[in-house]
């Protein structure tokens, strides 16, 4: 990953309590990871309120914003709209990697007492990423179904053919299915 300078924060010179940080991000930042994304015309607003106590910090990570997903039902393009929130700990230690080690929790992260700088691109990146749900498909519009209804008609008809197909030796499992 190359390094992202726009997403330091130097919080040395910070006052202790909240400060607030916006970021706009689009298809350009993901260029910066080597791992492909699955989305595309990303146009996303990360609001970030860094709240700092004396060896820690509690930053919360409010996303918002739109990208373009490929619908999992009838596989065509439509713009999906995001919102999430996330909060990370960070809590300034002596040895951050032997603390990190023992870490369990995926909210708690730890840098050196002698850092100066937060980059706060992976987050940023990874909190993206959850917000958009593993299942895509296309909002209901009007009460009716937004994939395309030609796709929807050909599902259905493969459907009824393979409950015409079934074979009668399973039949007797169905009892099984409510135990």
């Keep these: 990953m190359k390094q992202l300078r726009e997403f330091d924060i130097a919080f040395v010179g910070l006052k202790p309590g909240e400060h607030s940080f916006q970021y706009t991000i689009g298809d350009s930042f993901f260029e910066n990871f080597e791992e492909p994304k699955d989305f595309s015309e990303c146009e996303v607003t990360v609001q970030l309120t860094l709240d700092k106590k004396s060896n ?3 930053l919360k990570f409010a996303i918002g914003g739109k990208v373009t997903v490929t619908c999992d039902r009838c596989g065509e393009p439509f713009e999906m709209q995001l919102w999430d929130d996330f909060n990370q700990i960070v809590k300034l230690v002596d040895n951050p ?3 990190s080690e023992g870490e369990e929790d995926p909210d708690v992260a730890y840098i050196s007492k002698t850092e100066s700088h937060l980059n706060v691109a992976e987050w940023i990146y990874e909190f993206i990423h959850l917000s958009i749900p593993m299942q895509r498909i296309h909002p209901d519009k009007a009460g009716k179904s ?4 030609k796709v929807l008609e050909m599902l259905a008809q493969m459907n009824q053919q393979a409950k015409e197909n079934d074979n009668p030796i399973w039949k007797g499992l169905d ?3 409510d135990n």
């Design 56 to 58: 820690f910090f509690l």
């Design 175 to 177: 009892k099984f299915k």
């Design 146 to 149: 937004g994939c395309d209804p």
């Design 97 to 99: 990697e032997e603390m």
